[in-house]
């Protein structure tokens, strides 16, 4: 299992797991069972598609190897952003401008989802509106100022403003940021209390859910259909989503070999009064930078800074992850070398070679979903429901999404790896240029 020798049974020790609702029971799968649809991980994706479909009367098991929400979901910075990983330049140019348009519909559509499941399910998950984007260099200026004036013209979508000089220093006390974009569809949120909020929905509309049910293996069923294994028993589908995202392991050649698992660290401040944390996010937006290896940081309801920094590339997790991110925050926040951090966790998440999300059917019946590539928060409940629809009977918005160029990391099972950490290690590299 990814993360180190994390303890499944339990949610890594972060402020998140520290500040959790009420978790649902969700007892571990005993013995065989059938199902409709059998989705492997219970992070945003597995959990929005399991409501969906049990909305929809089908018969639908949703188990994890660990908790709900265990993986990326439960652990990230929470940050709400509008669109795809790809800003619209690259979509239009790569993609034409058509398909780049709808990924940008696509992605308007999984931001008003997020208000409706939200809402409609009463979840606390804390919800604050506003998202800055900030530039580390000044050349990238020139880049947000366009962005914004594109998606204000061409898009349509008049949320956003540019803001440099003494706006963007009155708006955050950091050091080193030139400018940059509010959106004000963006925001932050308790990204462990949506996962959680999402799956007491799921059950309550008919959804069986196992946590500590580790699928070891899958394999076509004699008669048709899927059979899961877990250690206490197997489910035979109809059909199979696997969800498992940064975490897939062994499961499936063709997705695994497009999705790429990144290590990626937060640390969380002690509390530092209301006064002190206005005086480095003044409105209480999230923020996130335009580094490679991107700084994201907000502010906590009870006044910490939650800061975003740092990448590993292997299956271990650095030993003292508060010291890990430290440095890194204090490049932005020199101020805060007198606070102590409460908290710090590391979680993966899963890349593609090209940024852009995977979700295909790798074989008959068999989907598999994720990829986000760091931008999963809004998206992935949203592309969960979207398999869901399609498998309920169609959705060309899931069929475009498919279509999608995703191709393999290069160097094959044993290469992707060292070429990919080389990869990674080198555009970081670019980040202090
Ligand atoms: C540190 C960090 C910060 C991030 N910050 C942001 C952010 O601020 N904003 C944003 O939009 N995105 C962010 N992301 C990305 C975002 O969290 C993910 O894109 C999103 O959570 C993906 O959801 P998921 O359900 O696809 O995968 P996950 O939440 O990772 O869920 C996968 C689940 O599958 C389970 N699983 C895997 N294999 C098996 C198996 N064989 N059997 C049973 N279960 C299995 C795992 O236990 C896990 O619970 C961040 C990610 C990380 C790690």
Redesign the pocket.
Known sequence: MRGTDEDPTRWPPSWYAATAADPPFAPPLEGDARCDVCI???????IGAALRLAEAGADVRL????RI?????????????VGQRRDPFWLERVLGAEDALHLWRIALDARADLDRLIAGHGIACDFTPGLLHVDHRRRDLTHSRATVEHLRNRYDYPHVDYVYGPALAGMIGARGYHGGMIDRRGGHLH?LNLAIGLARAAMAAGARLHEG????ALARAAGGGWRVETPRGAISADRVIL???????G?SRPAEARVMPIN???AVTEPLGAGRARSLIRDNVAVSDSRFVVY?FRLTPDHRLLF?GGETYGWRFPADIRAFVRPHMLRIFPQLADVALDHGW????AVTPNRLPLLREVAPGLIA??G?S?????L?PYFGRLVAEAMLGGSPDFDRLARLPVPAFPGGRWLRWPILAAAMSLAALRDRL
């Not at 590391?346 to 998440?349: A, D, F, I, N, S």
């Open positions: 492997v991980g219970a992070g945003y994706t597995g188990i994890d190897q660990a929400g265990w993986g990326a979901s439960g652990r990230n910075g929470g940050q709400a952003h990204p049910t580790r699928a070891t969800a498992g995202n940064g975490y897939l392991h499961l990626n660290y937060i994201y975003g590391g979680g993966t998440l979903i994720g986000y760091g931008l999963g928060v809004v992935a």
